[in-house]
């Protein structure tokens, strides 16, 4: 079955330093690939996105690039802000043509703190 | 824009007790789906449905029945609460179809429940 493993938190970073969150996956066939965050006491909200292999998703400074050859997806940000504080969620949809559409599977997240 | 509306926000049920988990979506989305979130171990998929009529099961389904007379309402049944239940859940709801496999879901904000 699908699978996503994200790299073990939480993650404690000064202002403006590198982020990098690694993420892969188990997958048959071309999955599309999501980054969600979640901010304190709210839902997930879609960060950034890529539905195929070598396409890199961007968003608020974030970007992530599908890798098929390593089955990755890592998050990255040249430099966070305080706001930037939350779980950061790493997610597949199956192909597209198959009966799984729809279906997430996430990792388990991983918890991000920025200190001034 | 409402997006998709989960009521309650917070409930705490004693173990036996039955509740139902409503959730709403505005934007016409064939696809709605119920999620419980548990610490270290992301979001799990409990039920989904691809459009009015028709539902199924997701990755824990047990203990939680689910409806969809309406395409706007997806309410979430738990029939005999059991402390293993207390969670976050999260309803979603995404464009469905072959076409859409890579479409993001929408989130609502979460119903956190407690079983005494």
């Known amino acids: 079955g699908n699978s996503v493993t994200q790299m073990e938190g939480p993650v404690t970073l000064s202002e403006e330093a590198f982020l990098t969150i690694n993420c892969t996956y188990t997958?048959?066939?071309?999955?599309?690939l999501f980054w969600y965050v979640q901010y304190p006491g709210e839902g997930l909200q879609l960060l950034l996105k890529?539905?195929?292999?070598?396409d890199k998703g961007s968003n608020k400074g974030f970007e992530a690039t599908y890798r098929k050859e390593t089955t990755s997806f890592h998050l990255e940000k040249g430099s966070v802000q305080v706001s930037d504080s939350a779980v950061y969620f790493c997610?597949?949809?199956?192909?597209?043509?198959?009966?799984?559409?729809?279906?997430?599977?996430f990792g388990q997240g991983t918890i991000l703190t920025v200190h001034p | 824009n409402a997006g998709v509306t989960q009521t309650p926000k917070f409930q705490v049920l004693k173990t036996g007790q039955s509740m139902t988990l409503q959730c709403a979506q505005d934007?016409?989305?064939?696809?709605m789906s119920w999620y419980r979130q548990d610490p270290g171990m992301g979001l799990r998929l409990i039920h989904y449905?691809?459009?009015?009529?028709?539902?199924d099961q997701g990755e824990v389904p047990n203990g939680y029945n689910v409806s969809r007379s309406t395409t706007e309402d997806f309410p979430l049944r738990l029939l005999s609460a059991a402390p293993s239940q207390t969670s976050v859940y999260f309803c979603?709801?995404?464009?469905?179809?072959?076409?859409?496999?890579?479409?993001?879901?929408?989130f609502g904000d979460g119903t956190r429940l407690s079983i005494l």
């Open positions: 449905s691809v459009g009015a009529g028709i539902t």
């Open positions: 997610a597949l949809s199956p192909s597209a043509g198959g009966t799984s559409y729809g279906k997430l599977t």
């Open positions: 890529a539905t195929k292999a070598d």
């Open positions: 934007m016409n989305h064939e696809y």
């Open positions: 979603a709801s995404s464009r469905t179809g072959k076409l859409y496999s890579n479409q993001p879901q929408h």
């Open positions: 997958a048959t066939g071309y999955p599309s």
